[in-house]
């Protein structure tokens, strides 16, 4: 039973990169965001609003997260190496998966990663343009950023809260 969730969250990862790279081609090709524009930051990065509390604007994240720790030049190299280095060791750890949430969140993780290293690969910085800055986060992201941040959620409680109540019992639910 676990062998066939495995192949399942192995599956959900190309389909969540499609998702992801589908969504940021649509606002790289839609001409009121500027998105090549905007990439050498000589102009100005376009938005659409959408409603008080949710808009959709353009940001060339070059950062890790968040924008934070801003890399370019060969420190993106740096960056894309890490990234895979460790989306490649989560793989391994969801194919060595012994609960269904280990694996739905390790491959969130995964898909996410992936998604923000094509990116950057092409661009030398990551598309984001989820904007809900206007109410209570003050980030831009994309899918997979929100990927990421699911998975790391879940993974956290899995890792922390769920292993807890299964340390030294096995559930019959959760194990194959």
Same mark, same amino acid.
């Given at each position: 039973? @676990? ?7 192995? #599956? ?13 081609? @649509? ?26 509390? !949710? ?10 997260? !968040?924008?934070?720790?801003? =890399?370019?030049?060969? @420190? ?8 895979? =280095?460790?989306?490649?060791?989560? #793989?391994?750890?969801? !194919? ?14 995964? #898909? ?12 030398? #910085? ?35 809260? @769920? ?14």
């Amino acid at each position: 039973m @676990m062998q066939t969730w495995r192949l399942i969250c192995f #599956a959900a990862i190309p389909i969540l990169l499609v998702i992801d790279q589908v969504t940021k081609w @649509m606002v790289l090709n839609t001409p009121v965001f500027n998105a090549l524009g905007c990439l050498d930051r000589s102009q100005l990065c376009g938005r659409i609003e959408i409603s008080p509390i !949710f808009d959709l604007t353009m940001v060339w994240n070059r950062g890790v997260s !968040f924008g934070l720790g801003q =890399s370019e030049g060969v @420190m993106r190299w740096v960056l894309v190496l890490v990234t895979v =280095s460790i989306a490649i060791g989560f #793989a391994v750890w969801l !194919f060595r998966a012994e609960r269904r949430l280990t694996c739905g969140a390790l491959a969130l993780v995964v #898909a996410g990663a992936f998604g923000n290293v094509i990116d950057r690969i092409r661009f030398g #910085a990551v598309v984001d343009f989820f904007d809900f800055s206007d109410i209570w986060f003050v980030y831009v992201f994309n899918v997979a950023d929100a990927a990421i941040t699911v998975g790391a959620v879940l993974l956290f409680i899995d890792q922390f809260l @769920m292993s807890r109540q299964t340390n030294g019992s096995t559930s019959t639910s959760d194990r194959a």
